[in-house]
Every structure is written in C-alpha cells, then in structure tokens.
C-alpha cells in the first residue's frame, strides 16, 4: 500500500501565497477551478483545499495530517492538535493579526466590564464566550456571517470583535478598539496520531525543515564579487551577512571572491559602497530556501 501524508492547504487569502512557498521549499502545487484536490509533484503528498476556519477540526479528526491555519481558528474550536511550527507570510502579511474588541466612537462602553449585558457580534464565537466567561462578564455573543462592522454602525449589536492588523479599517468605519483580546498567526499543525507514525513523522519533519527554510529566505539574496587581498578588509566591513561571508582565492590571481546572503533592502545600499572599496564583478542572485539545523527538528 502506497504511503503518503494528506495536507490542507487554506483556501481564500493564503492560497496563492501558501502555493508560493510550497514552491520555494520545493514541491510545485497545481490547483483546478473545478474541484478542491490540487496537484502535487510528490506521491507521497495529496493536497485538498479547506477553509482556513475549518482547518483546525479537519486535522484533529485525521481526515488531514497536516494543515495551515489561524491560531485564532484553533482556540476557536479548541482543537487537540500539535502545532509544528510558526509560518508568517510576508507577501500576506508583517505581522500579527488581532482580534479587538470595537464599538462606536460615542459608544459609553470604555472597558471590558462595560459590555455586561451588552450584545456582541463575531465571527469567533466560542473564543469571544470563554474570553469574557473567564473574566465573569456575562455578555450575549452572535455570530457574523460577515459586514461585521456594518452591524455596530447600524445599531444592531453593541460591539463587535473582529480581527485587524493596523486597525485603520476599524477606524474608517467611525469604530474605537477597547481591547486586543488576541494576537494570531498562521500555524502549521498536525494530527496528533499522525505524529506517531514514524513514516508520516518524517515526511512531515521534511515538509517542515524545507518550508521554514523558504520562509528564511523571504527577503534575502546571494550576493558575489571579486575583491583585490589588500581591499579584503575594507570589503568585509562593509559586507553584512547571516554569519561571516564566504571567501575563496582565484587562482593564479591575487584576488578573492567573496560570497554572502543579505538582505534583499540593504543591496542597493551596499552595492556602491562595495565598488568604491575595490570589490568588482559584483552578483545578486535570488535564493529559494535558507536551512539550519534547527528547522529539522519537530517537538
């Protein structure tokens, strides 16, 4: 019987940025308009498309190994699954997310224990009721099919808790942030049992040694020149990098060439200042994976 590991891959938002990195780490993923099961050059990896807010339960009940999500999605469901491993995308987004607590600017709510007995309108339900049972404040939560910040405006709740970055579309809707109730980002998690498989295990440890290596090299670019020995010095203090640049003699020549990873916004920077030090020939070149030896290693 063929072996192989099943992966949710979030659809809506991160699909094109989560095939994106699937492709810098090194498995190219085709996806159909017609139905949810994309392609993978890799038999021993089938793919499905899944909601980013269903994720959590796909991978606890094992109909996935594997899967990309929220960690707002897991507590929302309060899934019993291992989270392997932090996947922050750039392209996507710089930073957290939050899940606030908004009302109206004139609203009198101005703190937590001021929504007793006020009607709040979320997208994560369960989380919203534990967060505000847990401090006894009794609140009444209803679910938003969407336009959740519409509802607030028009009178219909009292607040929302909704999820932002920047909170300026928050603000724009005439809305305050009382309170972050919490900071999320994307995971990649496991099925517990999965993880017991020492076959899936593995696999999985490889996914994830080659995806954070992708996520390291978000950013960041090779780059290479030829540098005269008695400009060596004035080079390297010029040149950052990772840990120290590699340096290697030309031969038959009194010239080295040195080789580094930097990042991608400082080359343009760095670059004159390299030609003006004695460095020639200089060439950036993009990078699809950065690896170290704590990638490897799964908790």
């Not at 957290?96 to 224990?113: F, G, H, M, Q, Y």
Request: proline share 3%.
């Amino acid at each position: 019987m063929d072996k192989f590991i099943k992966i949710g891959i979030p659809k809506g938002s991160l699909q094109d940025a989560t095939i994106e990195l699937f492709e810098h780490a090194g498995w190219k993923i085709k996806v159909s308009s017609r139905n949810y099961f994309p392609t993978i050059d890799d038999n021993e990896i089938k793919c499905s498309l899944v909601r980013a807010q269903e994720m959590a339960r796909y991978v606890e009940s094992g109909v996935l190994d594997i899967g990309l999500t929220g960690l707002d999605w897991i507590l929302e469901y309060n899934a019993e699954v291992q989270i392997i491993s932090d996947l922050i995308y750039s392209k996507v987004s710089t930073k957290k997310a939050r899940w606030v607590l908004a009302v109206p600017e004139n609203s009198d709510i101005r703190t937590l224990a001021d929504c007793q007995g006020k009607t709040i309108s979320t997208e994560l339900v369960n989380f919203t009721k534990n967060y505000f049972k847990d401090r006894n404040i009794p609140v009444n939560i209803e679910f938003s099919w969407g336009a959740t910040e519409a509802k607030v405006v028009e009178g219909l709740v009292d607040a929302i808790v909704e999820v932002t970055e920047t909170g300026s579309t928050i603000r724009a809707h005439g809305l305050k942030i009382i309170e972050t109730l919490l900071e999320t980002n994307t995971k990649l998690i496991a099925n517990t049992t999965s993880m017991k498989d020492s076959w899936k295990r593995n696999k999985i440890s490889q996914l994830t040694m080659l995806l954070n290596g992708a996520l390291k090299a978000e950013n960041m670019v090779g780059i290479k020149m030829n540098v005269p020995k008695e400009k060596l010095d004035e080079t390297i203090n010029i040149l950052p990098s990772l840990n120290a640049p590699t340096i290697a003699n030309l031969y038959n020549m009194n010239w080295v060439s040195i080789e580094s990873v930097v990042k991608e916004s400082v080359v343009r920077e760095i670059i004159p200042q390299l030609i003006k030090a004695g460095a020639d020939g200089i060439i950036e070149y993009s990078l699809n994976k950065i690896v170290s030896r704590n990638d490897s290693v799964i908790m």
